[in-house]
């Protein structure tokens, strides 16, 4: 990482990646017009641990501990239907659920988290719900009959790593980079 101007806080999260795959999947699926704002595919990602404004101080311990977490072998997420948050009526985000690999994603969540709380950072207000934010609405509407109409996403996506990201926003759609990688245990396919 570049430290020039490292004592400026950056935007950060915890995350971990879709494949292109995956992806391309679930947009071929998708409603041709998405309501509200939607998160442009190359942005998708699951977010374990939104930390926003971080130190390097911070940063640094967090990767420091990431690097000594025993984040478990690879996995793999299938994605499963659409969902909204706070609620569907008053929906702030429209997001894609899962329905496999919900439960390795919680247990990165927590790893994430302790290394947040541990950096200095408040507890999360809000449990983890496995989730792919597609768009952000504001103001809020109803996306209860998009939601009626069960569409399913029958897509996977295989788990390798957890990532550390900054996040720049501003000069258009936000920007994500890559401060540190942890791969996760690699798999054999023998059964």
Do not use: C
């Amino acid at each position: 990482m570049d430290d020039k101007g490292s004592s400026k806080p950056e935007r950060n999260f915890i995350g971990v990646p879709v494949s292109a795959d995956a992806r391309e999947a679930i947009a071929r699926k998708l409603p041709r017009i998405l309501p509200g704002k939607p998160v442009a595919l190359d942005k998708w990602h699951f977010t374990l641990r939104f930390l926003g404004s971080t130190n390097r101080e911070a940063r640094d311990s967090i990767i420091s501990r990431l690097s000594a977490a025993k984040l478990g072998p690879q996995f793999r997420v299938r994605f499963g239907s659409l969902g909204a948050f706070p609620n569907p009526r008053r929906a702030r985000v429209l997001w894609l659920g899962v329905t496999q690999g919900g439960d390795r994603l919680s247990e990165l969540a927590a790893i994430a988290e302790d290394a947040a709380r541990n950096a200095g950072f408040a507890a999360e207000a809000r449990g983890f719900t496995p989730h792919l934010t597609l768009s952000r609405l504001d103001p809020p509407q109803s996306v209860a009959e998009l939601l009626a109409q069960n569409h399913s996403y029958d897509a996977e996506t295989t788990v390798s790593s957890l990532i550390v990201y900054r996040s720049q926003l501003g000069g258009g759609p936000p920007r994500y980079e890559e401060v540190a990688k942890f791969p996760l245990a690699a798999v054999f396919p023998y059964k």
